[in-house]
């Protein structure tokens, strides 16, 4: 199928080929398009190069053929992303919906590992935002501050991409598998600076960073403090029937209620509930976390 086929008009540059591939797209999601553009630029600015005593419009007119057109490559992309979406679905569909078969979502499971992990990642986020920051003020009036700044921006883009795998790992959203290229384009040392400066990308990225560090607090304890109840609700009366000692609950009234049978078979379908209870919160908060991580991360 030709560009005149199908009713548009074929790139003559790089740049063209990008805003139809763009406009080709529109509606997927936001990693998705991120990702196709930087393919399709990577790919297509390297041929060009390769043929630069040839007029551009000529090089890409030969690359189209084999590379595809805008609306052939954004409908490979299109493909792709649809064949893993209703494997996902299907998956849904087979784990029933019922209260505990949130038993058989590794979603929730990602969830509540996502959930422990956030502390500690949330803590060098933060301080390697911070730290970062602060030498980059420190060394603006020195000629090292340049080069400095430039890496602190493009390692906060490396950390928003290992975010993004892990996001996509665990909480089970798309997200870019790499990094935009529009700035290789920019030549010079204060350009690139200024491109960078002026990018919300940049801004949103260490913005993520720093707030991962009271989520981090939040998420830890929510699941910490609910897999100890969970846990000690279930184990507690095998634990006073083992160690020989009763397990100190809130008051004496619960500890009374907690030494007859029927308060250990109410502590332990508790304890189980709770488990469940848990994994739906964690299911429940993933979700939000991966669309803030998209909304923040992800720039197109």
Known sequence: ????????SAPRTVDDYLR???AALEGATPALIQDALADAEDYLREEV???SYKPESEILARVVRSFGTPQEVAAEYRAVETRFERRHVR?????????????FDPQAYGGLLYALLALPIGIAYFTWVVTGVSLSAGLAVLIIGVPFTLLFIASCRLIALLEGRIVETLLGKRM?????????????VWPRIRAMLTDARTWSTMFYMVLQLPLGVAYFVIAVVGLTLSVGLVTGPFIEAIVGRNVIFLSPAIDRFAD???G????????????????????????????????????I
């Open 20 to 22: 139809q591939l763009r």
């Open 1 to 8: 199928m030709t560009p005149m086929a199908t009713g548009h």
């Open 176 to 188: 870019p598998r790499r990094l935009p290229t529009e700035e290789r384009r920019i030549t010079g």
């Open 260 to 262: 007859t049978p029927l």
């Open 49 to 51: 190069s390769l043929g």
């Open 264 to 299: 250990m078979g109410v502590m332990m379908v508790v304890g189980f509930l709770l488990f469940f209870v848990l994994l739906h919160l964690m299911k429940a908060l993933s979700g939000l976390h991966a669309r803030y991580a998209e909304a923040t991360l992800v720039r």
């Open 91 to 103: 998956a849904e569909r087979t784990r029933g919906k019922g209260f505990f078969s949130i038993a």
